[in-house]
């Protein structure tokens, strides 16, 4: 069973919805998370990176939450636009190896 | 800018044929991984070379072997490349330590015919 599973398997959203976007982990001990962007044909792309302290971590329109307690994060899209169009990864390290979610295809319609 | 460069974009091979894909860096990292991403798939990890030592992931085919002549270059070697090998290869870079996450290049598409 992969250490990281993440929800919804793909989304289809209308330009300038917003989205949330779900990454449960049973990852431990826990490093840190992160939230990668990965549009089509190419390597994925940093969006947040999450301590165990941190509960939310904001970068432009994307917003991270950490429930360390639950091991549940989520990634909130606001004001969705064409170019959200990609895959988004859940990352958790154990502090050694980093542990991949399968990821969310997002797809924004006009 | 400091990046991750993959080379090429695009390679396509003929089945059994050697193919060698590179990876460049200039982020001055001492951590240079491999891995293969199948289409929907999680990347999987096939190496790692923490400085001058490899590390190969206990279920990579050896059909797969890596080189890193020096800390800006890895090189992932497909021997005979099979029709099941065809896959994205994304070659990412780290400083010691996972802490501080991962830097990916663009990815390499190979298509085996």
């Known amino acids: 069973k992969n250490q990281v599973e993440q929800s919804p398997q793909s989304l289809i959203i209308l330009e300038g919805k917003n989205c949330t976007l779900q990454?449960?982990?049973?990852?431990?001990?826990?490093?840190?998370l992160r939230w990668y962007k990965q549009d089509t044909g190419r390597g994925p792309v940093s969006l947040t990176i999450m301590t165990f302290s941190e509960n939310t971590k904001s970068n432009g329109r994307y917003t991270a939450t950490l429930d360390a307690d639950t091991k549940q994060s989520s990634l909130h899209i606001t004001a969705s636009q064409l170019s959200d169009s990609a895959s988004y990864i859940c990352v958790v390290s154990d502090g050694n190896d980093m542990r991949f979610g399968a990821g969310t295809r997002l797809t924004v319609k006009p | 800018d400091a990046m991750v460069i993959q080379n090429p974009r695009y390679q396509v091979t003929q089945f059994g044929k050697p193919v060698t894909l590179s990876c460049s860096q200039t982020?001055?990292?001492?951590?240079m991984y491999w891995y293969q991403q199948k289409s929907s798939q999680a990347p999987k990890l096939l190496f790692h070379y923490y400085d001058k030592d490899f590390n190969n992931e206990a279920d990579t085919p050896d059909n797969f072997q890596s080189r890193r002549p020096n800390t800006s270059f890895c090189f992932l070697d497909i021997r005979s490349p099979g029709l099941g090998d065809a896959a994205m290869y994304l070659c990412a870079t780290s400083r010691t330590g996972t802490a501080y996450g991962y830097t990916f290049g663009s990815g390499t598409r190979l298509t085996v015919v």
């Open positions: 982020l001055n990292h001492n951590v």
């Open positions: 990454c449960n982990y049973t990852v431990s001990p826990f490093s840190n």
